[in-house]
């Protein structure tokens, strides 16, 4: 009994002293020491357990790992000398800038915390100069990018490698593109001027997107490749135009020789950018200006490449060709702001992200001028594009199409006039025809590719949520068809669909799933204020669906009907369930979960007072029985009565 309780009187001074131990390490300031009564409890276990002691974890961290990142040399030394700490140990560190949480050793926790004394320490103590985070950075990698010079020319002094990306291929220089000093120390000592990351690009990108010009010439001067391309196509000048770097962008014509071709398209794009992104009207008309002026030579006029066709998304209009037409277009700011587009989609090519990016951005611009359709054609353009270069499982094509037809559901559910048609009370059939074709396409490819593994949760989110786009665009074309070609391109495009049955990637659930239920909404997340639009259960839609073949017996993963579905308390409503029954629905086939739809159209919140025999056959009575009874039937029944029993018999005998 005695060795009993001096066994747990050992484990709670043991709790005690590690509990003790992470609250001083981490309320006392640099400079500190652990209390004299900590230390002398601590050194009263042997050598043994003080290392189990402090190498215990609380959220993550070890109290040498506190100490490291508050810069407590004295603790830090302490814990390692005297007490056996791990200096590999890893813990948590959270980044202030971005709230992200990477799991790290105690090295890389000084090197970023800037605590050089401790980093000494660490490193005098045979701390692996090259571990790596949870994303695959080094310690001097990470100190570039807080630009703690002094660290990172100890670790170079020590033997850290500044050539060793990360996971995403960045490098030391990469991350220094802030410190002109920083650069030219990691130049000298052997960094990679080209290195390129996972994106293509090298530092000199990253330098012009900070707006860094002293950094951009230093990285030139010591051969930084000026030519080299981005995943998205562009260069050291394209990157200039595209952020409006105008001192970097004078800087590299002046240094770099480039034809009046290329000089003409980038100050029209670097005018492009200054419009969309800046709204300064003056810098894009003198910048376009300055590049008409170099493609109107002796010789003739540059033309503008490659030729694009005209597009109603820009109301068909053409770039300008000659100072005249510029000067005439500056009247109208409408027409200037359709010019950038145009000079953006010419010069990056539709499927450039910064292209994309425009398109949505000038859209929403004219909606919140009331310019309703103008920003349809827009994002439907975007849509396009989208779609073509990537497909409808990626989360910025799931984005957009939701963005666009959210909006088009809400244009026509509001029957808002707009500033610039002459009669668009409703949405355009046409319109509502287009996007249903761009999402549709290729819709039975995309499911099947959802199959194939591994499957990525957010591609069969995308996919779902890409369903009930369709559903509200059969919608949009049901409520604005007016002539029977109309009507009849309607049935056409829907039955074709249906043909293909496309289900959730996540529930298995069909088209008339969907429609039939009140949680089918769509949230764009564009516009910070909008509220869910409601249209489903649509009586409309499901209607046509079921005329067209839909399956109203139809289960999804957890082997509900349609009707299960609409007999659920949140699509309570008098024409829902009897609408289905029409059409034949099994109103006795039961779930995983063994529940029938009759059990529930009787009574609150429906009270539908349906007579249920009405709707039961023979068949399905003995179906009843036989799971009554437990009467096996499997290769005793025609195909097409197995399959009926099947459905029918919850136990599945």
Same mark, same amino acid.
């Given at each position: 009994m005695w060795k009993s309780h001096n066994k747990v009187d050992v484990v709670s001074q043991k709790d005690d002293c590690f509990q003790d131990l992470i609250e001083e390490c981490k309320g006392l300031p640099p400079g500190s020491k652990l209390s004299y009564s900590?230390?002398?409890?601590?050194?009263?276990?042997?050598?043994?357990?003080?290392?189990?002691?402090?190498?215990?974890?609380?959220?993550?961290?070890?109290?040498?790992?506190?100490?490291?990142?508050?810069?407590?040399?004295?603790?830090?030394?302490?814990?390692?000398?005297?007490?056996?700490?791990?200096?590999?140990?890893?813990?948590?560190?959270?980044?202030?800038?971005?709230?992200?949480?990477?799991?790290?050793?105690?090295?890389?926790?000084?090197?970023?915390?800037?605590?050089?004394?401790?980093?000494?320490?660490?490193?005098?103590?045979?701390?692996?100069?090259?571990?790596?985070?949870?994303?695959?950075?080094?310690?001097?990698?990470?100190?570039?990018?807080?630009?703690?010079?002094?660290?990172?020319?100890?670790?170079?002094?020590?033997?850290?490698?500044?050539?060793?990306?990360?996971?995403?291929?960045?490098?030391?220089?990469?991350?220094?593109?802030?410190?002109?000093?920083?650069?030219?120390?990691?130049?000298?000592?052997?960094?990679?001027?080209?290195?390129?990351?996972?994106?293509?690009?090298?530092?000199?990108?990253?330098?012009?997107? $900070?707006?860094?010009i002293e950094t951009t010439a230093l990285l030139l001067e010591h051969g930084a490749n000026y030519n080299v391309k981005s995943k998205y196509g562009d260069d050291a000048l394209q990157t200039a135009c595209l952020k409006g770097a105008v001192p970097i962008f004078d800087y590299l014509i002046s240094h770099i020789w480039y034809s009046n071709e290329r000089l003409a398209n980038a100050h029209e794009l670097l005018g492009s950018t200054f419009l969309d992104e800046h709204n300064d009207l003056y810098s894009a008309i003198k910048h376009w200006k300055i590049a008409q002026t170099i493609r109107e030579t002796p010789q003739g006029i540059i033309p503008k490449l490659p030729i694009m066709q005209p597009r109603e998304a820009f109301r068909y209009q053409r770039e300008f060709s000659t100072m005249e037409e510029l000067e005439n277009l500056m009247a109208d700011l409408d027409s200037i702001r359709i010019q950038s587009l145009l000079i953006a989609e010419r010069i990056l090519g539709p499927n450039h992200k910064d292209n994309v990016f425009r398109l949505m951005f000038r859209g929403a611009s004219y909606a919140d001028m009331m310019c309703y359709q103008r920003c349809i054609d827009l994002w439907r353009r975007a849509l396009e594009v989208r779609v073509e270069k990537d497909s409808i499982l990626y989360s910025d094509t799931c984005f957009t199409a939701q963005a666009l037809v959210r909006f088009m559901v809400?244009?026509?559910?509001?029957?808002?006039?707009?500033?610039?048609? $002459?009669?668009?009370?409703?949405?355009?059939?046409?319109?509502?025809?287009?996007?249903?074709?761009?999402?549709?396409?290729?819709?039975?490819?995309?499911?099947?590719?959802?199959?194939?593994?591994?499957?990525?949760?957010?591609?069969?989110?995308?996919?779902?949520?890409?369903?009930k786009c369709i559903t509200h665009l059969i919608y949009l074309m049901l409520q604005t068809a007016k002539t029977q070609e109309q009507c009849q391109l309607v049935v056409d495009l829907v039955t074709k669909l249906i043909q293909i049955n496309p289900r959730c990637a996540t529930t298995d659930e069909t088209l008339l799933h969907l429609c039939v239920s009140k949680l089918n909404t769509i949230r764009s997340g564009y516009f910070s204020d909008e509220q869910p639009v409601i249209i489903f259960p649509e009586k409309q839609v499901i209607q046509f669906l079921l005329n067209l073949g839909a399956n109203p017996n139809a289960t999804n993963d957890s082997k509900s009907t349609p009707l299960h579905v609409a007999t659920m308390p949140h699509n309570v409503n008098n024409w829902l369930v009897p609408l289905l029954l029409e059409y034949g629905a099994h109103i006795d086939l039961p779930n995983v979960a063994g529940t029938c739809p009759v059990d529930r159209v009787n009574v609150e919140p429906f009270n539908l007072d349906i007579r249920i025999l009405n709707f039961i056959s023979l068949k399905c009575l003995c179906v009843k029985t036989m799971t009554k009874y437990k009467i096996p039937y499997r290769y005793q029944l025609p195909k097409t009565l197995e399959l009926f029993v099947h459905a029918h018999n919850s136990s599945r005998c």
């Open positions: 900590l230390r002398s409890r601590l050194e009263k276990f042997s050598l043994a357990v003080r290392k189990e002691i402090v190498n215990r974890v609380k959220i993550g961290n070890a109290p040498l790992f506190i100490a490291c990142k508050k810069g407590q040399l004295e603790i830090v030394e302490y814990l390692v000398n005297s007490c056996g700490a791990d200096i590999e140990q890893g813990g948590c560190y959270e980044v202030p800038d971005d709230r992200s949480v990477h799991s790290v050793t105690p090295l890389w926790c000084a090197a970023v915390s800037g605590k050089l004394p401790v980093v000494q320490f660490l490193v005098d103590h045979g701390a692996n100069l090259n571990a790596v985070s949870d994303s695959g950075s080094t310690p001097v990698r990470s100190a570039c990018f807080m630009t703690h010079l002094e660290i990172v020319q100890y670790l170079v002094e020590k033997g850290a490698d500044i050539n060793r990306p990360n996971y995403n291929g960045g490098t030391c220089l990469i991350n220094s593109v802030q410190s002109a000093q920083l650069c030219s120390f990691l130049l000298k000592h052997g960094a990679d001027v080209n290195a390129r990351d996972i994106q293509n690009k090298t530092a000199l990108h990253y330098a012009i997107q $900070e707006h860094r809400d244009y026509n559910e509001k029957h808002i006039p707009s500033d610039d048609t $002459e009669s668009t009370y409703i949405q355009r059939f046409e319109d509502s025809v287009a996007t249903y074709r761009i999402l549709t396409n290729e819709i039975g490819d995309m499911r099947q590719l959802l199959n194939v593994r591994p499957q990525y949760q957010r591609q069969l989110d995308n996919f779902d949520k890409i369903l």
